[in-house]
């Protein structure tokens, strides 16, 4: 169960970002639904398993997107493996503000890797500082999304969490 939703989650998230994130914007502000689901199943799973949906949903978002190819994925991969790092394991659940706050930071995180890789790789960038703003606006728009999403990956993690300790994940 574990595997298929480590599937379809970061897939549908992806599939989203590219249809409904544009309609749900507030201003520049669009929230990274990606790395919402990602930064909050590493929260609630663990770094391993954030680190698969990050890759996934950013390959994807980045297929449809028709940005460089990987680089979404590569900027989503430090700040979701981050935040799912923690000393007391999975076993002790975030709180759900301190959760949400972390999604924001590694949506932030992303957000500027990204338009790091795209000044990198030549990619089109009309202002940077405008660009860090967008991206700030928008880790914001995904942590206050993390309010709601994040307690749901608390309770999926649960409910799959027997599934996970007998290595069907």
Do not use: C, H, N
């Amino acid at each position: 169960m574990r595997f298929v939703l480590g599937v379809l989650i970061p897939l549908a998230a992806a599939l989203l970002q590219g249809t409904v994130a544009p309609l749900i914007a507030v201003g520049g502000a669009r929230p990274s639904l990606p790395i919402l689901v990602a930064a909050s199943w590493s929260i609630a799973a663990g770094a391993r398993e954030g680190v698969w949906w990050a890759f996934l949903g950013g390959i994807v978002s980045d297929l449809i997107s028709g940005g460089p190819l990987g680089a979404f994925a590569l900027a989503s991969l430090p700040p979701v493996a981050a935040v799912g790092l923690r000393e007391g394991g999975p076993g002790r659940p975030t709180a759900i503000l301190p959760g949400a706050v972390l999604v924001g930071l590694a949506a932030l995180a992303a957000g500027l890797i990204y338009i790091g890789i795209l000044a990198i790789t030549g990619g089109a960038i009309s202002s940077a500082p405008l660009a860090a703003g967008t991206a700030v606006a928008s880790a914001v728009y995904t942590g206050l999304l993390a309010l709601a999403i994040y307690p749901v990956a608390r309770l999926l993690r649960r409910a799959t969490e027997k599934q996970g300790a007998l290595g069907v994940w």
